[in-house]
């Protein structure tokens, strides 16, 4: 059985210490299916939708899909070098640019007859909103923006017959108030902080977005 994982860095292995310990590696070592791992660092929904769209070849079992996150990053630093704090009409069009793109590719997904899994994008500030370790000013209504980006994953998932695994939710409380998630270690000691780099998942987020595939899956 052939299992393809589209998207960006959630998906990938890099940040959890190397191969076959990604999200995407570990759920297909579960279910004992092969992996093509489209997903890549940085990948926004365009890159998604333009160069890894059409490399979903024949009847694939599963299909996940990471999109957005990088989006929404790219509307927060567009304007810090100017000092000034995240434009909320640009996000707004992030949000629906990133829309558009789920209506282009869940179609084209879920026509191969796969499972396909979908994920909400987490809050690495863990409901905060503080951004100032990333040198970013304060962005009133930034959390209402990410709600709305992924009120906009769910509608899209709804609609076109994909399941939703819900990483914001389960991600609360493991960023930014668990500990340093500016660090490099993919596997800290402490194991309730989910993140490195600042936003990408380590080996304890990694397992934490596989079972939320597992779940969304098995619901």
């Known amino acids: 059985m052939a299992y393809y994982a589209l998207g960006d860095s959630i998906s990938i292995d890099d940040y959890a210490g190397g191969p076959g310990l990604g999200a995407a590696s ?7 299916i092969d992996l093509t791992l489209l997903a890549c660092d940085g990948a926004t929904s365009d890159d998604v939708v333009r160069f890894q769209l059409d490399k979903v070849e024949g009847r694939p079992a599963l299909i996940t899909l990471t999109m957005g996150g990088n989006d929404l990053l790219t509307t927060l630093f567009a304007p810090a070098g100017a000092g000034l704090p995240p434009d909320r009409d640009a996000a707004e069009r992030t949000v629906a640019k990133v829309a558009a793109n789920y209506a282009v590719a869940l179609p084209a997904l879920t026509a191969t007859g796969a499972r396909v899994v979908v994920s909400t994008v987490y809050d690495p500030t863990d409901g905060t909103g503080d951004l100032s370790w990333a040198g970013l000013p304060v962005w009133q ?49 402490n194991r309730d902080l989910w993140l490195c780099g600042h936003i990408e998942p380590n080996a304890w987020g990694a397992e934490a977005v596989r079972d939320a595939w597992r779940a969304a899956l098995r619901d």
């Open 141 to 189: 209504g930034g959390l209402a923006v990410l709600a709305a980006l992924n009120d906009a994953i769910r509608d899209a998932a709804a609609r076109h017959g994909a399941v939703v695994a819900d990483l914001h939710a389960a991600f609360l409380g493991h960023g930014a108030k668990a500990g340093d998630i500016t660090g490099g270690d993919p596997r800290p000691g």
């Open 26 to 32: 570990l759920l297909a070592d579960d279910f004992g």
